[in-house]
């Protein structure tokens, strides 16, 4: 029982109400996305203990913009993709709260639903059994990782195609992704596309990253964070950032003693609360603050 519920633990958030207005979803793919994964059961985002506020079944990624107050934007804009095992998407506490966070900083942030691992009502005992054995989740996320890389690719395309209405500068997109989303952030440098290589990215504790690690020309600077008692991936977030040192590349290793996995904007009274201080100073030191 004690490693079920260790298992649990990256997504079991408590459901969060959300106060802020509805924003618009954005197709990312108008005429349809290229790829499948088969058929799947229509799109949900619903409160469901014990995982809190989450979505599943994307099939249609999307992009959600929360645009920053004028009187303190300054022209930076983060793509947000949050995690989810890849089965689901932590939606308020890896997603939109983030987004709300990012705000208060003056940032403009784009919550992004790629594609994930067509689920079934039964979603969270097979999102487990994986969990459980890697080598199997591995396996089922072959297909999926293509499609959820073009879907990180493209939007960081988009953005920057649509900076001017947007409010925001051309040279100033990043990308944030927690877990999954996480991975979804590495894959979309890795592609080492320049069009749709963001200008910096944060990875929080990301998962799966998989084989090779060739670190492209010009990739952009890298902060990553993740907890010492994260029980999932916390190896995964050095070898990103050894990898980008070994490039000579910029790129910036914050550990936290305690905080599990999958602690996201939600407050839990462990050290990995100050994570958005860390990202505070980061975005401060390379200038992303600055209007």
């Known amino acids: 029982m004690h490693s079920l519920v260790r298992i649990l633990a990256p997504f079991a958030l408590a459901a969060v109400s959300t106060t802020?207005?509805?924003?618009?979803?954005?197709?990312?793919?108008?005429?349809?996305?290229?790829?499948?994964?088969?058929?799947?059961?229509?799109?949900?985002?619903?409160?469901?203990?014990?995982?809190?506020?989450?979505?599943?079944?994307?099939?249609?990624?999307?992009?959600?913009?929360?645009?920053?107050?004028?009187?303190?934007?300054?022209?930076?804009?983060?793509?947000?993709?949050?995690?989810?095992?890849?089965?689901?998407?932590?939606?308020?506490?890896?997603?939109?709260?983030?987004?709300?966070?990012?705000?208060?900083?003056?940032?403009?942030?784009?919550?992004?639903?790629?594609?994930?691992?067509?689920?079934?009502d039964d979603f969270g005992a097979v999102m487990i059994r994986r969990l459980m054995n890697f080598k199997s989740l591995e396996a089922a996320i072959v297909p999926l990782r293509p499609l959820a890389t073009a879907d990180g690719e493209e939007a960081v395309r988009y953005v920057r195609a649509h900076a001017a209405k947007l409010g925001v500068k051309p040279g100033r997109i990043g990308m944030m992704g927690f877990s999954a989303g996480g991975a979804v952030t590495m894959w979309a440098v890795l592609g080492g596309k320049p069009a749709s290589r963001p200008d910096f990215i944060v990875a929080m504790y990301p998962g799966l990253v998989g084989d090779p690690l060739t670190v492209p020309a010009k990739a952009p600077p890298l902060l990553a964070m993740v907890a010492e008692d994260d029980p999932l991936v916390r190896g995964e977030a050095g070898r990103v950032v050894d990898a980008?040192?070994?490039?000579?590349?910029?790129?910036?290793?914050?550990?936290?003693?305690?905080?599990?996995?999958?602690?996201?904007?939600?407050?839990?009274?462990?050290?990995s609360d100050a994570w958005p201080e860390q990202a505070q100073a980061w975005f401060q030191a390379k200038g992303l603050l600055n209007k």
């Not at 469901?48 to 022209?75: C, E, H, M, S, W």
């Not at 590349?249 to 839990?268: E, Q, Y």
């Open 20 to 120: 802020a207005q509805a924003q618009e979803a954005i197709r990312l793919w108008p005429n349809g996305a290229p790829g499948s994964m088969g058929t799947m059961e229509a799109e949900t985002t619903v409160d469901k203990a014990p995982y809190g506020r989450i979505t599943r079944n994307v099939a249609d990624p999307t992009l959600t913009v929360f645009a920053a107050d004028p009187k303190i934007a300054n022209g930076t804009a983060v793509i947000v993709a949050p995690g989810g095992g890849f089965h689901i998407l932590s939606i308020e506490n890896e997603g939109e709260g983030v987004a709300r966070w990012l705000n208060s900083l003056g940032i403009t942030a784009i919550v992004l639903r790629y594609r994930l691992l067509p689920t079934g």
């Open 244 to 271: 980008w040192k070994a490039a000579g590349d910029d790129a910036t290793l914050v550990t936290f003693a305690k905080g599990g996995h999958g602690f996201g904007i939600k407050k839990s009274g462990k050290p």
